[in-house]
């Protein structure tokens, strides 16, 4: 290996435990404030008619996750890694900026590092949002569309029934940076690659929840090359032990299939994480 890719990866590795450690830094801090009887009110009381908690004033928050697959929308996106992010919100007005750092699978013959940024609003279980994703193989501002950049914009919109009924329905369209195919008279067409998902959590006890959805992809595009497809049944298991009304932690299992998928049809993954909410 040269040294100049010794070199890059030693900076990607510092950076990842950098990063993965904040939100521990973080949590750290909550907790010790916490029990030292420092408390804040973020939220404000729910009205009868409304199902839920409005945001009051400046709200934040850090995660980070040690997983043992990348797995995304029925997609195996890569093997090990840390994940980690970080939000600020204000009256349902968000941002939040999320990163990867991990290999491309068991092998470790490549680090493929992403940095995803989002802006959104949250409000009466409605979340729309706009999600870049920025690969490192590609420049940050490189919105070109065709096979060889990895960069993508895609429009986001979510809605969740209600608090007490955790029915979620999500659609997802890229429409600008990298989303194509090449047609039969050999033009690169984009496909405003979709996704559609229906998704439920159910709080058990002692912390317990389970997952579960089912997506699938309306036409062709990145999701499926041949069409509309079922693209992602998964299940995720997860327990969670919090340290105060605040941050805790978690492990998680999640079993995803791909039925379309010529490899990798089924997709197992575990994570252990850390959050401050």
Not at 89 to 110: C, E, M, P, Q, R
Not at 230 to 246: F, P, T
Request: a neutral charge.
């Amino acid at each position: 290996m040269k040294i100049e890719n010794l070199r890059f990866c030693s900076k990607v590795i510092a950076l990842a435990i950098y990063v993965g450690a904040l939100p521990f830094l973080f949590c750290a801090s909550a907790y010790a404030q916490e029990n030292a009887g420092v408390k804040e009110e973020t939220r404000e009381k729910v009205d009868l008619w409304e199902d839920y908690r409005k945001p009051v004033g400046l709200t934040y928050g850090v995660q980070a996750r040690i997983q043992t697959s990348y797995l995304w929308r029925g997609l195996y996106c890569g093997g090990p890694n840390i994940q980690a992010s970080a939000n600020v919100g204000y009256g349902g007005l968000y941002f939040d900026a999320w990163w990867n750092i991990g290999v491309s699978d068991w092998t470790f013959h490549k680090f493929q590092p992403e940095l995803d940024l989002t802006l959104g609003f949250n409000r009466w279980g409605l979340n729309i949002y706009a999600l870049y994703i920025h690969n490192f193989d590609t420049p940050f501002f490189d919105f070109g569309n065709s096979p060889d950049r990895t960069n993508r914009l895609e429009l986001n919109a979510m809605y969740t029934l209600s608090s007490k009924i955790p029915l979620t329905f999500r659609w997802a369209t890229r429409i600008a940076a990298s989303d194509c195919y090449i047609n039969a008279s050999g033009e690169i067409v984009r496909a405003y690659s979709s996704y559609a998902e229906v998704s439920y959590t159910q709080q058990l006890r002692d912390g317990w929840s389970l997952y579960g959805a089912i997506g699938m992809t309306p036409w062709k595009g990145c999701y499926n090359a041949n069409g509309a497809a079922l693209q992602n049944i998964e299940v995720r298991v997860r327990k969670d032990w919090e340290l105060d009304h605040r941050c805790g932690l978690m492990v998680q299992g999640q079993v995803c299939v791909n039925p379309t998928a010529p490899v990798d049809v089924l997709l197992t993954n575990i994570a252990f994480g850390v959050y401050l909410r």
